[in-house]
């Protein structure tokens, strides 16, 4: 078999990067000795300097050009969306630039994909979109109910893949993950966010009670969870991608004081964010049937996440 030709879009942001990464460095071996082209809008998450010294190609656009999306698409073998507006905070401030990407953007490429004949494509996806679970986990049939414009934008997306699934027969899978963490994630999100406010001698932020309980992945593994459904995925079918912790925010608070040389002190309870969902849980049994367990411990992966903003004092803000 000859190497693929796999696009990637979203693919100079945190998650699409280190997917670009680990298919380069042949760590897929399916995918071992694969053209790369990578599709990114670079807006202020998306850093061409995360694929600095890769061998493949950046082109610099919008999924939502559809005549764009009509003219890099044919001749790839995979195409992977990793294109998305992600953070809740930006979305309740004002939400169009979400519906636009998350909703709009994932119907061009899918068109362009089926005009195309694209034999794989994979849309990466959110536990978000099923709101708020107080106890078990969501199973892959659970119904979408989604809590904040973000989570609502990014249903809509999923739903047009399964539309197109069923009505097309496109050949398109959705991955849906838990939190994200890992070296290389814009200083937005709570992680590197608490790192740089930590490392600089500043407080940091916690929602209300500091309870809501969130499910943590490292980058690596969601993109491991990712190849597998790129190579053994159902078309039509949602796959989930689970973590290796569950943990209040305020415990992950207090873990990352504590490994940035602070103390409880550094923590500051502020006005809780509008709608914000209490707990997220995702089984991720149907994807473990595959072969996909995560590898890497959490207390490692964020040992190493502190060190590598620890390093770069340019990546804080």
């Known amino acids: 078999m000859n190497a693929p030709r796999i696009l990637v879009t979203g693919g100079a942001g945190f998650i699409g990067s280190h997917y670009v990464r680990a298919v380069l460095a042949d760590e897929y071996p399916a995918f071992a000795g694969a053209e790369v082209t990578i599709l990114d809008k670079i807006t202020y998450a998306g850093n061409p300097e995360n694929l600095a010294g890769l061998p493949c190609e950046l082109v610099r656009g919008d999924i939502c050009d559809i005549e764009l999306m009509r003219a890099i698409v044919p001749g790839h073998d995979v195409v992977i969306n990793f294109a998305a507006e992600s953070h809740v905070d930006r979305s309740i401030a004002d939400a169009a630039e979400f519906m636009r990407t998350n909703v709009l953007g994932v119907q061009s490429l899918l068109q362009a994909c089926l ?11 959110t536990d978000e979109v099923y709101g708020s679970i107080e106890t078990g986990s969501w199973a892959e049939d659970a119904p979408l109910a989604p809590r904040s414009p973000y989570a609502a934008a990014k249903a809509g997306g999923d739903l047009i893949a399964r539309a197109y699934a069923v009505t097309h027969g496109l050949p398109v899978s959705i991955t849906r993950c838990g939190n994200n963490y890992g070296p290389r994630q814009y200083p937005e999100k709570v992680i590197p966010l608490f790192i740089s406010r930590l490392l600089s001698g500043r407080r940091v932020p916690l929602y209300g ?109």
Not at 115 to 125: D, H, K, L, N
Not at 253 to 281: F, M, N, P, Q, W
Not at 298 to 312: H, I
């Open 115 to 125: 005009e195309a004949g694209t034999p794989r494509v994979v849309q990466v996806s």
């Open 209 to 317: 009670d500091g309870r809501n309980v969130r499910d943590w992945v490292h980058v690596e593994d969601h993109c491991r969870g990712v190849q597998l459904v790129a190579e053994r995925g159902e078309p039509g079918e949602v796959y989930h991608i689970a973590g290796t912790a569950e943990l209040s925010n305020r415990e992950l608070a207090t873990l990352l004081a504590r490994a940035c040389g602070r103390d409880d002190d550094a923590i500051e309870h502020v006005a809780d964010r509008k709608g914000h969902d209490r707990r997220y849980s995702l089984d991720d049994s149907k994807l473990r049937a595959l072969g996909f367990a995560p590898r890497v411990p959490f207390e490692e992966g964020l040992a190493a996440t502190v060190k590598w903003y620890a390093d770069r004092p340019d990546w804080r803000v």
